[in-house]
């Protein structure tokens, strides 16, 4: 398959080549990303680290990019209080609105003018695809934050609406921070409901000393879809990173996150949450590199799979000799609803220095039948019970998310996709 695809994805680069956009990727640049994509082969299940991840969608997909867009988006949530909105359609603006004070925000057709050149984290084997957007991407959004600025929330919202036949979309991020700079963002994927679409993303998040970004990822696309996702994080001297990510769609999903915490006292947490139905397949690379010393790190996943869904979450953190004083935690749980579904959690240390204090959980069952006897034991339902449960079970990542109308919006996503009980309804 590997071979066959390649070839195809030559050819189809060959025969838009000419009409892709130089002011957002050199050609030069996009050659030799898709010489090095070559080189390393297209992700395969016997991959180590993509054996969870559903990979049937590359075998059919058109790769180069999606051409023709509808008049009209769907419908879309409001945006949450404190956000301007930008929204792009299949990889390219659609529509915006002005930069909060300190911000200075770039689509490609103004990078001429100012914005600095970037290039996508692409060395590790997980990171691969990125070099697939490197390759196709149409348009590119650059987001820079002055120093010591307290900056007014961003929202990128991500709407997918061609199908894979007719061409992928392929979102491109960069986000800076500057010295003592804080700012939140929310980065949305949505997609139509019937569409087979595939969405390709690339992000790269820069913090310089000192500076904190919050940042809430929610992949909502349709059923049918097909997310792959690359983001590279660099983090420097005493620099925070509060990463949220809530997964609930697309037949497909893999994520792959690499966070180098490479300046002393940087701190970085993953907070996860996964929400697999049906057949959909739901996966999360996670790796957070400790290379300067006293740098803290802490992942957290909580992933629910039901019928014949799987969701997976493989979390890595490697210590370097340079770390000393390294602290980091890790808990991974997963909740198993149904006889044919799959919860996979692969916790991993690589620890090369001393002084160091390292910890990591990973539990995956079915509901705890103490706690639903104690529910059914004061009248409630079954059916609400379990939902109930789960619910709860979640709740230990959504409840971090700061904004209450983007947790509302959330909430009432993962409950729609818990068949809409009333119950629940009647909680947010």
Known sequence: MNAAVLNRLKEEFGAVRAALPEHVIGAERRGQALEALCAQGLPVTRDENWRYTDLRSLE???????????????????????????????????????????????????EQA??????????????????LNETFATEAVSIEVAPDTQAAGIE???????????????????????????????????????????????VQVELAAHAALTHYRVQQ?????????????????????????????????????????????????????????????????????HIAPHTRTAQTFRG????????AFNGKVIVRESARGTDSR????????????????????????????????ATAGKLD??????LLSRGIAPEVAQHLLKWAFLEDVIAKIAPSDLRRQ?????????????????LL
């Open 330 to 361: 890790q808990s991974l749980r997963g909740l198993l609803d149904g006889a044919q579904c799959e919860i996979d959690l692969r916790p991993q240390l690589e620890i090369y220095t001393d002084e160091v204090r390292c910890s990591h959980g």
């Open 221 to 289: 696309l349709g059923a049918q879809a097909a997310w792959f996702d690359t983001l590279s994080a660099n983090l420097a001297a005493e620099a925070r990173y509060d990463l949220l990510a809530v997964g609930a769609g697309a037949l497909s999903a893999r994520s792959t996150v690499h966070a180098r915490l490479s300046g002393r006292g940087a701190a970085m947490s993953l907070s996860a949450a996964a929400l697999a139905d049906g057949q959909q397949s739901l996966d999360l690379y996670a790796l957070s590199e």
């Open 304 to 311: 629910i799979a039901s019928n014949r869904a799987r969701a």
């Open 410 to 426: 959330i909430e009432t996503t993962l409950v729609g996709q818990m068949r809409e009980l009333d119950t629940l309804k009647e």
């Open 114 to 131: 100012g914005a600095a050149p970037w290039r996508l984290e692409t060395r590790l084997p997980e990171a691969r695809l990125a070099l």
């Open 60 to 110: 059919q997909a058109r790769f180069a990019p999606a051409q023709t867009q509808p008049a009209v988006l769907p419908s879309l949530p409001a945006t949450p209080e404190g956000f301007v909105r930008y929204v792009f359609l299949d990889g390219r603006l659609h529509s915006q609105a002005g930069a909060p004070h300190g911000v200075a925000v770039r689509t490609a057709h103004s």
């Open 369 to 374: 039948e103490n706690m639903l006897f104690y």
């Open 156 to 202: 990128l919202l991500f709407v997918a609406s061609a199908a894979a036949a007719e061409g992928a979309s392929y979102p491109r991020v960069r986000l800076a921070l500057g010295t003592g700079a804080r700012m939140s963002l929310i980065e949305r994927h949505l997609g139509r409901a019937e569409a087979h679409s595939l969405v390709n993303s690339a």
